[in-house]
């Protein structure tokens, strides 16, 4: 089975600043990872996903992930926050059968003026 | 292309009561999921479709029914409504082809049971 950790459940940061969503997972298969981002009363975009290759994935938005395998870990990065980047932000996995991808319990990032 | 279009957006609906929450996708994905988004627990899946007339449960199905007659459409049917479901619904579609895969999310149902 798998399972996502998202070890902050809020994350304020000032505007401008650089800022870093953790995510850990656990699976005893390999997994593909995905970062996704809800703003307020709507549904969940796609920010960035590591499917194989490099493990530096750049995403919409000015994101970017690491993912390191030996750490099992996928935290999403940015170096310099909007106020437009308020949102609840979802990592996730799925073992690549297309169906069942397992999310984390959210972070809530508040960009302070 | 409109993507993944779920009705309605918000609904109320009394203890014991049934009703259906409607997607329907226009991307030709083979998979469909129903997720519920509560406070805290992020996202969870209550059932999925990997094609047309084959539906499974997923970790929280109890006191939901899906069908999926066709590609384009998976309904998701609450059989007698309890305070419990209160909840943020969310349908998905995905796709799995060549070592690719994503899901893509309609904008919600809003459900509130009194």
């Known amino acids: 089975a798998q399972s996502v950790t998202q070890l902050d459940s809020q994350v304020p940061v000032f505007e401008e600043a650089p800022v870093e969503l953790r995510c850990n997972y656990s699976?005893?298969?390999?997994?593909?990872l995905f970062w996704y981002v809800q703003y307020p009363n709507q549904g969940l975009q796609l920010l960035l996903k590591?499917?194989?290759?490099?493990?530096l994935v750049k995403g919409i938005n000015g994101f970017e992930a690491e993912f390191n395998k030996s750490q099992t870990s996928f935290h999403l990065r940015k170096p310099s926050v909007h106020i437009s980047d308020t949102a609840e932000y979802f990592c996730?996995?799925?073992?690549?059968?297309?169906?069942?991808?397992?999310f984390g319990t959210g972070t809530s990032l508040t960009v302070i003026p | 292309n409109a993507g993944v279009t779920q009705t309605p957006k918000f609904q109320v609906l009394k203890t014991g009561q049934s009703m259906t929450l409607q997607c329907a996708q226009d991307?030709?994905?083979?998979?469909m999921s129903w997720y519920r988004q509560d406070p805290g627990m992020g996202l969870r899946l209550i059932h999925y479709?990997?094609?047309?007339?084959?539906?499974d449960q997923g970790e929280v199905p109890n006191g939901y029914n899906v069908s999926r007659s066709t590609t384009e459409d998976f309904p998701l049917r609450l059989l007698s409504a309890a305070p419990s479901q209160t909840s943020v619904y969310f349908c998905?579609?995905?796709?799995?082809?060549?070592?690719?895969?994503?899901?893509?999310f309609g904008q919600g149902t809003r459900l509130t049971v009194v």
């Open positions: 998905a579609s995905s796709y799995s082809r060549q070592g690719r895969t994503e899901a893509f």
């Open positions: 699976s005893s298969v390999s997994v593909y």
């Open positions: 590591y499917l194989s290759g490099s493990t």
């Open positions: 996730a996995v799925n073992k690549n059968t297309g169906n069942q991808f397992y």
């Open positions: 991307m030709n994905h083979e998979y």
């Open positions: 479709s990997v094609g047309a007339g084959i539906t």
